[in-house]
Structures are given as C-alpha cells and as structure tokens.
C-alpha cells in the first residue's frame, strides 16, 4: 500500500531534556527545588538525585540554543536505549495516520480485523488506543519469563491466557495487549509486518538513523541496562530458586524473549535526538492533524497520556530500564527524558514544565 507522503516541517524547540539511565524499579527521585524551576536547580535536582543511585546515566537540557548535559558513567548521546512503551505513540501514529487517509476508521468494530479473540461488537479500534477496550493484560510476568530464560521467543498466546479478562463498562485499564492487537491490525490492513511498516513510515521518512525495532533490524543493540532482582521478591520460591537473590542487579544475555512480546507495544530502541524529531514532526502535524491524537477524555488519549494544562507524554518500563516523555501540546517547549533504576516521577516533570508555560 502506497501514502502519499508529506513535507517535512520542523519548527524550533526551545526546551529539550533528556535523561537516559540504567536499571529499574519503583523508587522516585526527591524533589526539593519547589516551584521555581531553573535550569540550575533542575540539572542539580536531576544530578544529584541519581549519582547517589550508582548507576550509569546521561542527560540533556535545551533551552534556546543552550544545551547542557551531563550524567554519571555517561555513554555516547548517539547510543540507542529500549524506549519501552513510548513506542505505543509511534503505533498510535500508524493507526491514525491510517485513519486519516481512509484505509480504516478507528471506529471500525475491533473484530473486523481481529478474528482470534472475540471482542463484541460496540469494541472499536479506538477503545485500543486509549485502554478502555475491556482487555487486560495477562498476569504472567514476563520481565521474570525474559530475565530466567532471555533467549525464549514468547508467543501472543503467552501474553493473552485464556484466563485474561474483558471488561464492558469502558474503563480506562491499562493494556499493553491491546497495543499488540493495534500492531496486528497494521499488519492486516496494510499486509506489511508492523516491523516493515513503522521502518518505512515512520523511521525512514523522518530519517531517523538511531531508531529501530530490536530483533528485526540488524544491529540493533540498545544499551543494556540493569534487572533489579527486588522485583521479583513477591515471587512464590519455585520461581526466586531460579534467582541469585544474593545480587542487586544483573544484566539480561539477550533481549530476545522480550521483545519477541513487547513489539508494537515496547520494542523499539531510539536516542534523544530522534525522539525530539518525531515528537517535533508529530506535533507540526507531519502525519496527521496532532489534535486527532488528543481526541477524547480522562488520563489517556489515543496513545498518549494528557497530564492536564496542555502537558502531554508517555512513561515506559522495561524490563531493565524505564522512561518518560513530557511536552506541551500545541507549544514549542517540551522535555523528554529517560531514566532507569529510579523511577522519575511524572508529576515533578509535568511541574517543571508548568513552570516554564507560565
């Protein structure tokens, strides 16, 4: 299937901040700068917070042609990092560029295109873009299935067990699943696998030489990051044998069992230079009108978190790594950054940004 494609437009970013770290869990960096925010107090909140964590990380701050970075045990900033579900926006953006040029609706019935599950018929496609299609992830916890074993290739079935379960009141749940059913649909409407078809829409048209879908692009290596085995904790003993409990972090063989789950919902691998040209091209309407994506209500929109006052973003977490996006809607500043093994804390970010808005 051919698109048409569009001119490139670009416009100028007065704020970038980008952070990219190793390791994962659940402990959130401090934040005692209060309301006024400078770029002095964020570096040394940021700085300082995670040096004491012990664990590689780099940064990136850009204010008006200004940039400063920095970080502890730093890489190159060219280096390729697991975005984990700030993926879900790039497949959000094939599933509404698709719509916008009429080869599906994302009012279509789910089950139009999807014939293994049954999904009733009020289901649409759009109900996978904001979580509210009443599927729920499986139980099964795959970061365990991909650090025990890190050369198993999962299957789908793996993820959705029969025991996984719809909900019909349109809730907002939470389903990385769903993200997977919205990769299948591409694959369905446009008989291209979903790896083929984000490479050519999305990673060659913005030439986005640092971006790829690990496990189908060669050479495609992000940076390893760090498991951190507290995870695992709440495990029954059958599973914890299987684990040096005696470490505090280790580091995954391969990534082959995760990404052979996480796909169009987590598997892509990119830097903080192409992260900033797909969110400027994305806002600057390349693919679509931007406003389609911030249709709807409530905390997730179509593949995007709306964090309230015009602040838009996603978070990520993967196996040994976590990430998070933040930038305002319909303005030039936003902030994107990426941390590992501390959790950095959304709203901090979404405080930040409100401050520099004002």
Same mark, same amino acid.
């Given at each position: 299937m051919n698109i048409k494609m569009q001119p490139k437009v670009f416009s100028l970013i007065p704020i970038i901040f980008i952070v990219f770290m190793y390791g994962c869990n659940s402990k959130n960096i401090e934040n005692d700068t209060g309301d006024n925010y400078s770029k002095e107090s964020i570096i040394s909140t940021i700085t300082e917070s995670l040096a004491k964590e012990e664990i590689p990380f780099i940064f990136k701050f850009h204010s008006k042609g200004e940039t400063i970075s920095g970080g502890v045990n730093v890489v190159s900033e060219k280096d390729r990092f697991l975005i984990?579900?700030? !993926? +879900?926006?790039?497949? @959000?953006?094939?599933?509404?560029?698709? =719509?916008?040029k009429g080869f599906l609706s994302i009012d279509d019935p789910v089950n139009t295109y999807i014939e293994e599950y049954t999904f009733s018929d009020d289901v649409k496609i759009r109900h996978?873009? $904001? =979580?509210?299609?009443?599927?729920?992830?499986? %139980?099964?916890? #795959? @970061? &365990?299935?991909? &650090?025990?074993?890190? &050369? %198993? +290739?999962? !299957?789908?079935?793996?993820?959705? %067990?029969?025991?996984?379960?719809?909900?019909? $009141?349109?809730? &907002?749940?939470?389903?990385?699943?769903?993200?997977?059913?919205l990769g299948r649909i591409i694959e369905i409407v446009t008989g291209q696998s979903y790896n083929a078809?984000?490479?050519?829409?999305?990673?060659?048209?913005? $030439?986005?030489?640092?971006?790829?879908?690990?496990?189908? =692009? %060669?050479?495609?290596?992000?940076?390893?990051g760090y498991v951190n085995l507290k995870t695992f904790e709440d495990?029954?003993?059958?599973?914890k044998a299987n684990l040096d409990m005696g470490k505090k972090y280790d580091q995954l063989d391969s990534y082959d069992a995760f990404v052979s789950v996480a796909g169009s919902a987590g598997a892509l691998a990119s830097n903080a230079d192409d992260v900033e040209t797909f969110i400027d091209n994305l806002k600057n309407d390349y693919f679509f009108d931007f406003d389609l994506m911030l249709e709807g209500e409530g905390e997730y929109r179509n593949g995007i978190f709306d964090y309230g006052n015009g602040i838009y973003g996603h978070s990520a977490g993967t196996v040994d790594?976590?990430?998070?996006? #933040?930038?305002?809607?319909k303005q030039d500043q936003f902030f994107i950054f990426t941390v590992g093994d501390v959790h950095f804390p959304a709203q901090v970010a979404v405080d930040i940004m409100s401050t520099f808005l004002k």
């Open positions: 984990g579900s700030i !993926t +879900k926006m790039f497949t @959000a953006t094939l599933i509404l560029e698709l =719509h916008s996978l873009l $904001n =979580h509210t299609s009443g599927l729920r992830d499986s %139980e099964t916890n #795959i @970061a &365990y299935l991909a &650090y025990v074993n890190p &050369y %198993e +290739k999962l !299957t789908l079935e793996q993820v959705v %067990e029969e025991s996984t379960t719809f909900t019909t $009141n349109r809730e &907002y749940v939470y389903s990385n699943t769903g993200f997977l059913m078809y984000l490479d050519k829409q999305i990673i060659k048209r913005l $030439n986005l030489t640092n971006t790829c879908m690990v496990g189908f =692009h %060669e050479d495609c290596s992000p940076i390893k495990l029954d003993d059958s599973k790594s976590s990430a998070q996006l #933040i930038f305002s809607g």
